[in-house]
């Protein structure tokens, strides 16, 4: 089959299309075909030798993606969720070696859901970990009906989700974007909207019990300023140091990270709200296989609306 390895840490222009064997299954996994893949900026960070590339690094071939949505073509003997023909899509193996930029994935049943009939192979396979980020993280904060929540990069891939999700639970959503993206994130169901490039939102935004942030820099220091003394803040991207956490421990806020990890049954609660409707993707780029190189520079350039997908 053809995939893309990682051959050093040079970013995107490191991956190179070879051919390597079809992975053989465990017991308790399923071999998927892949027919459409999401990127994320996880993956051009480790195409960088940063966020997970010490952890996969030893593997060889080394090859990235963890997104895919595609067809079961074998199971393991062990596997009763699938069979052969089904469509399933999920987030494979992270923060380990997910081999997502491949024809073929070698994936735990566990990790997979079924993919609504309704809903295309690029639209599922983007609900994917940015989809399951966002639940996640509104799973550990415990959000509650009326409750005030700040996203940030609201119309970015995590972003655009956790607004929909937010929605869902009842809650008073304050997303930040730029201008040009305001009628998106409120059409997503945010209810106040925050253009970062003309304001600064801490000046302007009224106290909440919930951000969710993902802006490097000095961000999380300035998002503490708006957080509701027993409130929350939840890093998706680190960078709570010693000094922040103590600070948000001083002013009464829980400050903490959270790294997403590959979970069917939230897998499926996703799937679930794909196949009514009360959760949308939003595909802003599409791209062949053959151009996945590009597409990553897309992502790395950090302007996407919604995600970027590519198709096989």
Request: aromatic share 6%; glycine share 10%; net charge negative.
């Amino acid at each position: 089959m053809q995939a893309y390895t990682l051959t050093d840490t040079t970013g995107p222009a490191a991956l190179h299309l070879t051919e390597v064997p079809t992975p053989t299954i465990g017991p308790d996994e399923v071999l998927v075909r892949t027919k459409a893949l999401s990127l994320n900026p996880v993956d051009f960070k480790t195409s960088y030798g940063t966020a997970v590339y010490g952890a996969i690094k030893q593997h060889s071939p080394l090859i990235l993606g963890w997104d895919i949505s595609g067809e079961v073509t074998q199971v393991g003997a062990g596997v009763t969720t699938f069979q052969p023909g089904d469509e399933v899509f999920g987030m494979v193996n992270f923060p380990g070696h997910g081999r997502a930029y491949a024809e073929y994935v070698a994936a735990p049943a566990s990790h997979l859901a079924h993919k609504p009939a309704s809903v295309r192979h690029e639209d599922a396979a983007a609900a994917t970990l940015a989809a399951l980020t966002a639940w996640q993280v509104l799973a550990k904060a415990g959000l509650r009906p009326g409750q005030r929540v700040l996203i940030h990069a609201a119309a970015g891939g995590v972003g655009h989700y956790a607004v929909q999700l937010a929605k869902e639970l009842g809650a008073y959503v304050i997303a930040t974007s730029s201008a040009a993206k305001r009628d998106f994130v409120l059409a997503l169901g945010a209810d106040e909207h925050v253009d970062y490039t003309q304001v600064r939102f801490e000046g302007v935004v009224a106290p909440v019990d919930l951000v969710i942030e993902s802006i490097v820099g000095d961000n999380l220091a300035r998002s503490l300023e708006v957080v509701k003394p027993g409130g929350s803040l939840i890093s998706i991207i680190g960078g709570l140091t010693p000094e922040l956490t103590e600070r948000a421990q001083t002013i009464g806020i829980e400050a903490q990270a959270l790294l997403v990890a590959s979970n069917g049954q939230d897998q499926t609660a996703i799937a679930e709200r794909l196949a009514d409707g009360r959760l949308r993707s939003h595909v802003s780029l599409t791209l062949p296989f053959a151009q996945l190189p590009d597409a990553l520079r897309q992502v790395e350039a950090g302007k996407t609306q919604g995600k970027v997908i590519v198709t096989l």
